[in-house]
């Protein structure tokens, strides 16, 4: 029986190890020592089968105990493995450096290497010569004999004292004052359970003291490592409470809200910024819900939908916006970011949210800006297509009728002009308060826009013919009194145009566009008066209407196209220049001719940009074509008076030839004979642009204001016949003879000669007949665009 308890008290230093690995969660320091309690386990197998004499024979006694032996004996190499693992994990590299001279891998295999000759010589007659029985009292057991080689058992004990002082001087030195001390109390106890274990070399001990040195050995290492455990729990614990404690410092100053909800909405954790935004203290807000904590306050209550749609928590991280009434009162938008979490096995919530109010005002006022017009705070264009769409929409739905009211102030221009800018944005800003006041008296549903200008609209919902005319005579009315800006008074009437839907058109562009005909119909027939859309409405009215309104903007939207036609030597019939011929392409109108649009462009004003444009473009063509190595070619360009009055005309005509590197001679500038009714002052402006190489030809000659005494003092190169007479020469002798002067001139003042409007080979012979040089006409080529000009004229003889 003391056999069996001998054997399973072996077992004792294997249990603490197992319980030492998991304490440590198995790293290198306590995988060692646990190799030290197998050891030790090893010793007391090797006692416990010198009990066993009654259990097998002498020589497997024997046996097992010389096996068993490796037990005690690797003791001491452990021990100094022990202290190798200590440089080598926990010492810092200064020290590391210092110890590694003694304790390195070659000493640790060294250390090894010797206690297994110990170990190899216990086999020998002369290490163990046999065992011998004997009985100590009631104690019968087996005691080692020893040989000649007794003294190699005592150099381990020797080997054993130093390398447990040099583990106990590195332990030492370990920082850590957990891991310090439980290393130096392990060598401590470690040196007396080997001291008692060496005590069973003298019989009368009777094997005991391996047993009690096991004892000490695994109860003393239990005991310091559970204490290191429980040191190494509490710094943890320390250091968490340490954290924690700062991360609610780090939260309580975050300006940011941060808040924790569990699966049934109750609060478990939020900042001093929440607390205070909601009106609470942390701790009184623990454990409430938002119906708890708002309640009572200024946020209107949430119905019990909304109540249960708190409790349901997200399965992914969500961002939302959304605004709420904080404790004082104040509306406050915030960006709020949740993300779903676990607390305790328990589903949660934790929520940042940012006060985002600034840039959800910035956004409000960015919003505003875009769709309200920056003088007068009114709805601009944008905003009026956008509401009468949705208006139209919903009459739609309904089958009912609404105005559409366009708004041009009389005169403005001129006081814009005359009075400056500052008291025309003052005078529009009254007017749109007069309107807005009419409004919001007498006309509540309606709404009134700034579409830019003196342009006003004004919406008005479910009005009819008659109820819109009653409305317009109310605003005529309003304009009767003047408008009071900077201390003057200013008297300004409106032309007020009327749509009805859907009489007049089922769509915002036909209700736009007819309420603008209505409004220029008032302009054309004496302003300050209104007038509802009709389709009687002169359509040649409309159509100029339309082309003076869209003319405005084409430059802008590049509706504007240059073609030209090739100008021809009657005596060699090649090509000796091209004229540029603009064409418009509009949108809304289709192909406009120059015939509609010059004369319009000339009363506006626009035939100065315009005129510009084809300078430009024309000079430009003809410098790729002249860089790609076609023909060079003179271009006519043709300019009108309105231009030539432009004090910045030459500065233009100067800039474009520098700008374009294209050489002088190649430009021919085409004007009309209506010049002479400005005299000197007209001469004096072609004299200049004669300085600087460019030639003159007068266009359409004939048919003008025409004054022979000024033509013999114009600066020209040449005379183009106006193609009326080129074109009726076959029917009436009348033209053939104009035209027959008309180059008699010419030669008599040294100018060359073109004809335009030659349609025919008839013509073509008449006038190379009687001696005119240049030709051009649809008998040649109708004009082209710049792309088919080149592939006809310019590549043919490539």
Known sequence: MFVIFLILLSFIPICVGITLLVLFEKNKLSKIIFLFLLMISFWQ?????????????????????????????????????????????????????????????????????????????????????????????????Y??????????????????????TICLLISLNVQNKSIRSFLVYFSVFSSIGFAIGTLNMVPWTRLYPSSIALLVYALSILILSSRMHLDIVNNMNKKLSEQKKFLFQVIDLNPNYIYAQDENGRYTLMNQSYAQLMGWDIQDMVEKTDYDIQKDKFVEKKTTNQENDLLKLPEKLFIREESITSASGEVIWLQTVKVPININDRSGLLAVSTDITERKQYEDEIKFQAN???????????????????????????????????????????????????????????????IENLLKERHNCAEVYRL??????????????????????????????????????????????????????????TLIKNADTAMYYVKERGKNNFQLFTSEMHQEFYRKMMIEKQLRTALDNEEFELYYQPIMDLKTNEIVGMESLIRWNNETLGQVTPDEFISIAEETGMIIPIGHWVLNTALEQNTRWKKEGYKSLKVNINVSVRQLLDPTFFEKVKNAIENTALDVTYIVLEITESIAMYGEAMIEKLDALKELGISLSMDDFGTGYSSLSYLNKYPLDSLKIDKSFVIGMNRDDGNKAIVKTIIAIAKELDLKVIAEGVEGQEEYHFLDGIGCDYAQGYYFSRPLPAIDFKEKWLTAGD
């Open 372 to 434: 309200h017009d920056a003088l007068t705070g009114l709805p601009n264009r944008r905003m009026f297509n956008e509401d009468l769409t949705n208006l139209l929409e919903k009459a739609k739905a309904e089958a009912s009728q609404n105005a559409i009211m366009f708004i041009d102030l009389d005169r403005f221009k001129y006081i814009n002009d005359t009075l400056g800018h500052d008291v025309g944005d003052l005078l529009l800003i009254e007017v749109s308060r007069r």
């Open 45 to 141: 197998l090797d006692v416990a089968f010198l009990y066993s004499y009654n259990l097998f024979k002498e020589e497997t006694i024997k046996f097992f105990f010389k096996l068993f032996r490796f037990g005690s004996i690797m003791i001491t190499p452990t021990i100094f493995y022990i202290g190798y693992t200590i440089v080598q994990e926990i010492l810092p590299n200064d020290l590391k450096m210092k110890w590694r001279f003694f304790v390195n891998r070659t000493t640790v295999l060294l250390s090894y290497g010797l206690a297994f000759l110990v170990y190899i010589s216990g086999w020998s007659h002369k290490g163990v010569s046999g065992l011998e029985l004997m009985q100590i009292g009631s104690n019968i057991f």
């Open 452 to 509: 830019g200008g003196d342009e006003f609209t004004i919406l008005l919902p479910h009005y009819n013919a008659k109820n819109s005319e009653a409305f317009a005579k109310d605003l005529l009315g309003n304009f009767r009194n003047s408008f009071l800006v900077d201390g003057s008074d200013y008297f300004i009437t409106p032309s007020i145009g009327i749509s009805i839907f859907p009489n007049d058109g089922d769509d915002v562009n």
């Open 143 to 164: 005691f080692p004999v020893y040989g000649e080689l007794s003294w190699i058992f005592n150099s381990n004990v020797i080997l054993f004292i130093v390398s447990m």
